[in-house]
């Protein structure tokens, strides 16, 4: 009994002691100190929501404060190409360069040589040229004086060489003549013989009341005989491209006393790129006209050659026409009408045309002859 009273002693000391170490523990007054340690470690997660550390996403989101930086960065090389697009304006220099030919050209014309690019000289010359044409002589129907000349041994019986500088060989028994824009110059040292030759000028972009452009050197005629062959040297440009018609050469006659009509004109084509000399009858009566070509000789071009024609006057059929370049015969026109009803022939060289290039276009002529025989081709 003694041992069990023991036994509920112990019992109700070892509830007391229970009892006392969990009543702390159901408020929140009476912590213990060691609890207090430890429960701020636990509330220390909050401290682990350093989430916000995380949010570490401003510094990704950094990124597209770089990729506007990049975008600049291509845009600046964009702006560059501005230097770029500039290189064409630097192409108006280049331009300039042909500008500067011209200049190479007058240098040239200042001591020709045998072959130069003598555009230069001629287009020029032709403005001092327009005093002395500016008063054209109508072409007369009156004989010149000195029309019967005695022939030479070589049995030429007018020629003009211009060494007097001037056209005085000419207007001895013709004159210059001119439609639009045609004038002349006398050229030197470009010459066939000695120290002067004379420039043809036309410019086809010039107003003219004919709608054509002509430089004329005539010869009237008035000559005793029947038949007599006519001789000149040209000189033709290489940059020279004819358009529809180019004449450089012709016989016309008149009839009544009127205007003189062409009967049978040289007309300078092109044909493949090469210039050819043909021959036209009556050009400007499309019903009695006739062509005849060749395609055998080319016109030689920065360079003197010459032209003879043959021309047996005849009103009835019974003329003849024979045309040589140089030294080869390119037409032998027989059985043809040569003049009209007044038997006058006015023979001309010249540089005429309706369109041409380039323009203006200067041609070349030099040691013009009439004579009863065929000169020797050096003449």
Same mark, same amino acid.
């Given at each position: 009994?003694?041992?069990?009273?023991?036994?509920?002693?112990?019992?109700?000391?070892?509830?007391?002691?229970?009892?006392?170490?969990?009543?702390?523990?159901?408020?929140?007054?009476?912590?213990?100190?060691?609890?207090?340690?430890?429960?701020?470690?636990?509330?220390?997660?909050?401290?682990? @929501?350093? &989430?916000? %550390?995380? !949010?570490?996403?401003?510094?990704? *989101?950094?990124? #597209? /404060?770089?990729? =506007? +930086?990049?975008? $600049?960065?291509?845009?600046?090389?964009?702006?560059?190409?501005?230097?770029?697009?500039?290189?064409?304006?630097?192409?108006?220099?280049?331009?300039?360069?042909?500008?500067?030919?011209?200049?190479?050209?007058?240098?040239?014309?200042?001591?020709?040589?045998?072959?130069?690019?003598?555009?230069? @000289?001629? &287009?020029? %010359?032709? !403005?001092?040229?327009?005093?002395? *044409?500016?008063? #054209? /002589?109508?072409? =007369? +129907?009156?004989? $010149?004086?000195?029309?019967?000349?005695?022939?030479?041994?070589?049995?030429?019986?007018?020629?003009?060489?211009?060494?007097?500088?001037?056209?005085?060989?000419?207007?001895?028994?013709?004159?210059?003549?001119?439609?639009?824009?045609?004038?002349?110059?006398?050229?030197?040292?470009?010459?066939?013989?000695?120290?002067?030759?004379?420039?043809?000028?036309?410019?086809? *972009?010039?107003?003219?009341?004919?709608?054509?452009?002509?430089?004329?050197?005539?010869?009237?005629?008035?000559?005793?005989?029947?038949?007599?062959?006519?001789?000149?040297?040209?000189?033709?440009?290489?940059?020279?491209?004819?358009?529809?018609?180019?004449?450089?050469?012709?016989?016309?006659?008149?009839?009544?006393?009127?205007?003189?009509?062409?009967?049978?004109?040289?007309?300078?084509?092109?044909?493949?790129?090469?210039?050819?000399?043909?021959?036209?009858?009556?050009?400007?009566?499309?019903?009695?006209?006739?062509?005849?070509?060749?395609?055998?000789?080319?016109?030689?071009?920065?360079?003197?050659?010459?032209?003879?024609?043959?021309?047996?006057?005849?009103?009835?059929?019974?003329?003849?026409?024979?045309?040589?370049?140089?030294?080869?015969?390119?037409?032998?026109?027989?059985?043809?009408?040569?003049?009209?009803?007044?038997?006058?022939?006015?023979?001309?060289?010249?540089?005429?045309?309706?369109?041409?290039?380039?323009?203006?276009?200067?041609?070349?002529?030099?040691?013009?002859?009439?004579?009863?025989?065929?000169?020797?081709?050096?003449?």
């Amino acid at each position: 009994m003694k041992t069990l009273k023991i036994a509920v002693i112990l019992l109700v000391l070892l509830f007391t002691q229970a009892y006392s170490f969990v009543a702390p523990r159901m408020g929140d007054h009476n912590l213990f100190p060691g609890d207090k340690h430890k429960e701020p470690t636990r509330t220390f997660t909050p401290t682990k @929501t350093n &989430t916000p %550390t995380r !949010t570490l996403p401003p510094t990704k *989101t950094y990124t #597209p /404060t770089t990729s =506007p +930086t990049k975008t $600049p960065t291509r845009g600046v090389t964009l702006t560059a190409t501005p230097t770029k697009a500039f290189t064409p304006s630097a192409s108006p220099t280049k331009v300039f360069t042909p500008s500067a030919t011209p200049t190479k050209a007058i240098t040239q014309t200042a001591t020709l040589s045998a072959t130069p690019t003598r555009g230069v @000289t001629p &287009t020029v %010359t032709p !403005t001092n040229a327009l005093t002395q *044409t500016a008063t #054209p /002589t109508p072409t =007369p +129907t009156a004989t $010149p004086t000195n029309a019967n000349p005695s022939p030479t041994a070589d049995g030429t019986i007018w020629k003009a060489g211009f060494e007097t500088g001037d056209l005085s060989e000419i207007k001895a028994v013709g004159n210059f003549q001119n439609q639009g824009s045609g004038t002349y110059s006398m050229v030197s040292p470009l010459a066939h013989s000695g120290k002067y030759s004379v420039g043809l000028t036309i410019d086809t *972009t010039a107003p003219s009341d004919t709608g054509s452009h002509a430089a004329y050197l005539f010869h009237y005629g008035g000559l005793p005989e029947n038949a007599y062959y006519y001789s000149a040297w040209f000189y033709i440009p290489s940059t020279a491209k004819p358009g529809e018609w180019w004449v450089i050469y012709q016989w016309k006659s008149t009839s009544g006393g009127n205007q003189s009509e062409p009967m049978y004109v040289l007309d300078i084509g092109q044909t493949n790129g090469k210039l050819y000399l043909y021959l036209a009858y009556a050009p400007n009566k499309p019903e009695i006209s006739q062509y005849y070509e060749q395609l055998s000789v080319a016109v030689p071009t920065d360079k003197w050659f010459r032209v003879t024609g043959y021309y047996l006057k005849s009103m009835n059929n019974t003329g003849q026409v024979i045309i040589w370049q140089d030294n080869q015969e390119l037409f032998n026109v027989k059985n043809a009408t040569t003049v009209l009803s007044d038997n006058t022939v006015h023979w001309s060289v010249n540089n005429y045309a309706k369109a041409i290039n380039p323009n203006p276009l200067t041609i070349y002529v030099d040691d013009l002859a009439i004579s009863k025989t065929l000169l020797p081709w050096d003449k």
